[in-house]
């Protein structure tokens, strides 16, 4: 079974660009979730899609950040535009289910340094 | 809001010597998990143990075990027989029981590093 696929592996942008990433989850699992894990940190929940429907995004900055995903599949997260607090690794992990007992396989993410 | 704290950002250990990572969680539910994941470096993250707050017994997974404090919300992993391929950042997680609540809330992390 392949396991969660994220690209770009590494992004490198200036300040006020803008920059997306790509997740293809696990076949089957119909809940998707986009971490940001800053260096020296855990990660931290930014989004979590149902399906192609939106769980929580109570701590996604919605003035820069935007995730969409379409078919209920790939998921895609955009930032625009960018500041350097921005610098982080991006995780994209799904679950079969939004069940309690599931769990959750992360992807490799993609590590983002704003300049 | 729940949170999850790690106080050792570093430990070491001898190999095949065992090692203990602390975790500490505030929360006012009384039904939840709490997890050990696994980060090695320039490599994904693997769920290494789970634990049920609604289960007495402590979970063991192989080399691996948790001492579960309910009442001190105290959820430590210890490895047995450290191996070189256990050197990664463990993460310590919390996540509530409930329907759409499934989001993870993890603690800062303890590298390990393993002395051949």
């Known amino acids: 079974e392949a396991g969660v696929a994220q690209s770009p592996r590494y992004k490198i942008i200036e300040k006020r660009q803008s920059v997306a990433f790509w997740c293809n989850p696990i076949?089957?699992?119909?809940?998707l979730y986009w971490y940001q894990q800053i260096l020296g940190q855990g990660p931290k929940l930014l989004i979590q899609f149902q399906n192609n429907g939106v769980v929580d995004d109570s701590q996604l900055p919605k003035d820069r950040f935007s995730a969409e995903r379409l078919k209920g599949v790939d998921s895609t997260l955009k930032i625009q535009p960018a500041k350097l607090e921005d610098s982080a690794v991006y995780l994209c992990?799904?679950?079969?289910?939004?069940?309690?007992?599931?769990?959750?396989?992360f992807g490799p993410g993609t590590r983002l340094t704003v300049l | 809001a729940q949170t999850v704290t790690q106080s050792q950002p570093e430990m070491s250990v001898q190999e095949a010597e065992t090692v203990t990572l602390s975790c500490t969680y505030d929360t006012s539910e009384s039904d939840y998990y709490l997890f050990w994941y696994k980060q090695p470096p320039s490599r994904q993250m693997i769920l290494v143990i789970r634990q049920e707050a609604y289960k007495q017994q402590n979970a063991t997974e192989n080399r691996f075990s948790v001492n579960f404090q309910k009442a001190a919300k105290s959820f430590s992993l210890k490895i047995s027989d450290s191996q070189l391929g256990d050197a990664a950042m463990y993460f310590c997680a919390y996540r509530r029981l409930g329907q759409g609540a499934q989001k993870l809330v993890f603690g800062q992390g303890t590298r390990l590093t393993i002395n051949p």
């Open positions: 992990a799904s679950s079969r289910w939004a069940t309690n007992t599931d769990t959750q396989y």
């Open positions: 076949s089957g699992h119909a809940t």
